[in-house]
């Protein structure tokens, strides 16, 4: 079956940084995401891997590890406005590249 | 640049009733659309995918059906909503497979 894991929750110091780690075990890769979503709202696209290394982009970082079935994503400078939930997906290369949503994690920033 | 609309925002419905939740894609053409449910605290389950107008992919069964009768529209649909149906609905599109999909609103849809 696909399955991707990722903590439930994490808690962070405003200004500090936050690393959130997603395994994932699928058959078939064909890249990985991370998306933003705030409380009610819909996601909103951050970060694409398809190759091993990392990616950045301003304060978000992400990293992809293809023989590990492993990424993380790491938020620096941490602000209030980044408490929300965090979503890894992976892209099927099967089955009309499908992907794969985590159940996410709910990143609490505190003052 | 591309807009995803997706209407309406909040639904609240009878069992029993029908449903239509519309979403339209603007500055693309042929996009990959897709329907998918959120249930509280979870992730995002996909219910269905389109590649081309008239191509649907469903991926769970259940009393739910998409349409895509425009290039750049797509439609869920059900004749008769359960409690189960509640949810959280996006819909979100693609430039082509395996590529990062772009959110609409959603719709918050009660049942009673």
């Known amino acids: 079956g696909q399955n991707i894991d990722q903590p439930t929750e994490m808690t962070a110091t405003e200004g500090a940084i936050v690393q959130i780690n997603c395994t994932y075990q699928?058959?078939?890769?064909?890249?990985l995401f991370w998306y933003q979503q705030h409380a009610g709202e819909a996601p909103t696209f951050l970060s694409y891997?398809?190759?091993?290394g990392l990616e950045e982009k301003g304060r978000f970082s992400s990293f992809l590890s293809r023989s590990k079935g492993y990424s993380y994503l790491l938020l620096k400078e941490l602000q209030m406005k980044d408490s929300a939930s965090y979503l890894c997906?992976?892209?099927?290369?099967?089955?009309?590249?499908?992907?794969?949503f985590g159940a996410g994690t709910r990143l609490f920033v505190k003052a | 640049s591309q807009t995803i609309h997706q209407w309406p925002a909040t639904l609240v419905q009878p069992v029993g009733s029908p449903l239509s939740l519309e979403c339209t894609v603007e500055?693309?053409?042929?996009?990959?659309l897709y329907w998918y449910r959120q249930a509280a605290g979870r992730g995002l389950q996909l219910l269905f995918y389109?590649?081309?107008?008239?191509?649907i992919s469903s991926e769970v069964p259940q009393n739910l059906s998409a349409s895509r009768p425009q290039d750049r529209q797509f439609i869920l649909s059900s004749k008769k909503l359960l409690l189960s149906d509640s949810g959280f609905y996006l819909c979100?599109?693609?430039?082509?497979?395996?590529?990062?999909?772009?959110f609409g609103d959603g719709t918050r849809l009660s049942i009673l």
């Open positions: 500055g693309t053409s042929n996009p990959n």
């Open positions: 891997n398809v190759l091993d």
């Open positions: 979100a599109w693609s430039p082509g497979r395996g590529e990062p999909q772009h």
């Open positions: 997906a992976v892209s099927l290369n099967t089955g009309g590249f499908k992907t794969i």
């Open positions: 389109s590649v081309g107008i008239g191509q």
């Open positions: 699928t058959s078939g890769f064909n890249g």
